[in-house]
């Protein structure tokens, strides 16, 4: 009822009417255990439809050609004159009519006879004006399999968006000619990195898609995409390898499957089949023909520390230390014969120093696949990092927390996730913000990334449909305490009318304010069975990863009778505020305002848009709160002392103009940014050290090539590794063109300066 209800109104009934027909053909012929995902699916089809017959290609291109702006308003340098002839060669080529005659599509039933729609857009490969064009066949035949591919799954066979095909189309232009291309002798600039901005549900996974078939079948390229997180990653891998198999290519989301064209991963995978590789003397063997695909332009961005310097077991020095642990943990502080002081000495400290830290402040155990335990190191803000970190009191802990065995583990290699990546033939970034100027900053000089805002596809049909997100207000509260406080009774005022989603500002206040509400005696009113926690682990770090889809799908349900009905409250920290699509289909709730966003503090640009982007998806409306504590960051800072003041006087009006409150919003924002350019900043020089020490390691395995899990140090360069060693270790404070003058003199390796 909910998916026809979408689909009423002036102008809609032939759209009404596919739709409830495509709906009684579910349950007629369809099993009712298929009966949950057709109909959860048969929402997103419902809008596209919808706004199928409202598409317009004029729009589209004129949208576009906005999109570029004034010379030197929206793009430094020459990169205006290249995204202006990228978005030229893409409306040229695109043509006048494109994937398909819309005229033709009137007199067709496309919904109850779908195959009529697919010949329709196969027959455009036949066109005369895109015969010698090979990058529209592709996209005749990529549209076509993608349709049949619904057909396979008995939806409509849908095309993509006007918006979606511009930005593949506008990436290969890119790839051809600033990366394939000889270079004109007019040309200022070479550019290696493309970024889209495309707002949160313009459907980045099958542009990805697309762009990753362009990348294998018209340039021969192997492929990378980059997910944010395993959620996304098992998401979307699920659902495109079907459609890669329609053109023959093999999809894997394991690195290490060498017949595999398209490959699924993330960044701490990326890392280690980049040092086995590395170690291996083969690194631009692999990545020469490889480009990398970005789900979000955060893994390209340096948020946390950019080098990883990797150790291994040392076959020298693990026997006298493993005897030294053994004896720590039993409380004997007397040093055993036949360890030498230094070897004793150290760790005497690494024991010491485990005092200071602490349990889910600075480590966590985790559960591993095989089923035992790990202590695993936790980032500034108490969260896994996506790539592991590493420090010497780990092995320690481990040893005396989970029983793993201790030995001596000394540097063998240092990998620097920005040296890796520009070692890619090409990268493409998709993302819903690229966040400030010193982001876009740091991607144009690090990757010579240029960007382009990719207008919404709701901007390029007729009407206006687009929602805004109507903000209710930003307060600040005194403590953490009255914060939580707030925000349950906020939460008790809105779940009988809107289902509401809390974003909490740690895995800590998470958990604070999930038992406030589901251990509490129910003074917020919400019933504490109706509370969900929405997180990446359990509390005991096991991960959630099978319990997700069934959490998001009951955050926006309504229940309850006629006469009083209600929706779930979800509690999440910021994994849930990204890509996770929450689906208010519910008519009631979106009278009301739609999903509520309960947000407890104010991330970077990039994660804002994020987390703002849980509501108001597609054409639906969408709110939010923002509930602050004025004991931490950015309140707490003495910089930001009077910030309180600042914001109160952005309201004058009492906060309530919603104008108003956004502009807290953005004061808010800036500082966050601020943030961001401090962090660039500080990494600045430990990211020229990781690189140059990582050109250090991969000219040094060059030369000295050995198996990746061979002893170290290997027998046969015993003298240089033992120096690799000693430079890996000692080399990560000091300035770069030291570096560069410590390889030649000490490993006789010469450098870039």
């Not at 989301?253 to 980049?274: G, P, S, T, V, W």
């Not at 631009?284 to 990883?308: Q, Y």
Request: hydrophobic fraction near 35%.
């Amino acid at each position: 009822m909910q998916t026809i209800s979408s689909v009423q109104g002036d102008g809609l009934s032939l759209c009404e009417q596919a739709m409830t027909t495509l709906l009684q053909s579910y349950v007629a012929e369809r099993p009712p255990s298929e009966w949950k995902g057709l109909f959860k699916e048969a929402t997103n089809i419902a809008f596209m439809v919808k706004y199928m017959f409202r598409e317009s290609l004029d729009l589209a291109k004129e949208k576009f050609r906005e999109a570029i702006g004034k010379k030197g308003a929206t793009f430094a340098g020459d990169a205006h004159d290249v995204v202006s002839k990228l978005v030229q060669e893409t409306m040229s080529a695109y043509g006048e009519v494109g994937i398909y005659d819309p005229e033709r599509l009137a007199e067709i039933d496309f919904l109850n006879r779908p195959e009529q729609l697919v010949e329709l857009v196969a027959q455009s490969k036949n066109r005369v004006s895109r015969a010698q064009k090979a990058d529209m066949q592709l996209l005749t035949e990529v549209t076509s399999q993608w349709m049949q591919l619904m057909v396979d799954k008995k939806y409509p066979p849908l095309t993509p968006h006007h918006t979606q095909a511009f930005t593949v189309l506008m990436m290969c232009k890119f790839f051809q000619t600033q990366i394939l291309d000889t270079p004109s002798k007019k040309q200022k600039a070479r550019y290696k990195a493309f970024i889209a901005q495309l707002s949160t549900g313009e459907g980045k996974s099958i542009v990805i898609a697309m762009l990753a078939i362009f990348m294998v079948k018209l340039y021969g390229m192997r492929v990378h995409v980059l997910e944010n997180n395993a959620g996304l990653l098992q998401r979307d891998f699920a659902q495109n390898k079907p459609f890669f198999e329609k053109f023959g290519i093999k999809c894997s989301h394991n690195l290490d499957d060498e017949e595999a064209q398209i490959m699924y991963c993330l960044k701490d995978a990326i890392n280690r089949r980049f040092l086995r590789k590395l170690v291996e003397g083969k690194l631009d063997e692999e990545l020469g023909k490889t480009v990398l695909i970005v789900d979000e332009v955060d893994d390209l961005i340096v948020n946390e520390r950019p080098n990883s310097h990797y150790v291994k077991k040392d076959a020298e020095k693990s026997p006298a230390l493993k005897r030294c642990y053994e004896l720590l943990k039993n409380g004997n502080q007397v040093q055993p014969d036949n360890v030498d002081n230094d070897t004793w000495d150290y760790a005497m400290a690494v024991a010491e120093f485990c005092k200071t830290k602490s349990r889910d402040k600075h480590y966590r155990v985790v559960k591993t696949k095989n089923g035992g335990e790990a202590v695993m190191m936790l980032d500034a803000d108490g969260n896994l990092p996506k790539v592991a970190l590493t420090a010497p009191w780990l092995a320690y802990l481990n040893y005396t927390l989970c029983h793993i065995e201790p030995f001596s583990e000394t540097r063998y290699a240092t990998v620097c996730t920005p040296y890796i990546f520009n070692k890619y033939k090409g990268i493409f970034g998709l993302t819903g913000s690229v966040g400030g100027k010193a982001e876009l900053q740091y991607l144009a000089k690090t990757y010579k990334a240029i960007k382009f805002d990719v207008p919404r596809f709701l901007d390029t049909c007729g009407g206006n449909a687009r929602k805004e997100v109507v903000n209710h207000g930003v307060e600040v509260l005194a403590g953490e305490e009255a914060q939580i406080d707030r925000v349950c009774q906020i939460a008790g005022k809105h779940f009988k009318d809107v289902p509401v989603l809390v974003i909490c500002s740690s895995l800590s206040q998470l958990q604070k304010v999930y038992d406030s509400l589901s251990k509490g005696d129910g003074k917020y009113g919400i019933p504490p069975k109706e509370v969900q926690r929405f997180a990446q682990f359990s509390t005991d770090g096991r991960s959630l990863a099978r319990e997700w889809q069934t959490v998001i799908d009951d955050a926006t349900k309504r229940f309850g009778n006629a006469h009083e009905s209600r929706c779930r409250v979800t509690i999440t920290d910021k994994f849930g505020g990204r890509g996770h699509d929450f689906q208010v289909i519910d008519k009631e709730s979106n009278a009301n305002g739609g999903m509520l966003v309960i947000a407890t503090s104010i991330p970077d640009e990039r994660e804002w848009i994020q987390w703002k982007g849980r509501t108001a998806r597609q054409d639906r409306p969408g709110q939010f709160y923002v509930v602050l504590n004025d004991k931490v960051k950015p309140f707490d800072d003495p910089k930001h002392k009077k910030l309180k003041e600042r914001l109160k006087k952005l309201a004058p009006s009492g906060g309530s103009s919603s104008a108003e409150e956004y502009q807290k919003v953005e004061a808010l924002l800036e500082i966050s940014d601020e943030g961001i350019n401090d962090r660039l900043k500080a990494f600045e020089l430990e990211q020229a050290q990781g690189e140059k020490l990582n050109e250090l390691t991969e000219k040094y395995y060059k030369r000295h090539q050995r198996g990746f899990d061979d002893p170290w140090p290997n027998k046969q360069f015993l003298q240089s590794d033992s120096t690799l060693r000693k430079m890996l270790t000692s080399f990560t404070e000091i300035k770069p063109a030291e570096i560069v003058k410590m390889a030649k003199a000490e490993l006789q390796i010469d450098l870039d300066s």
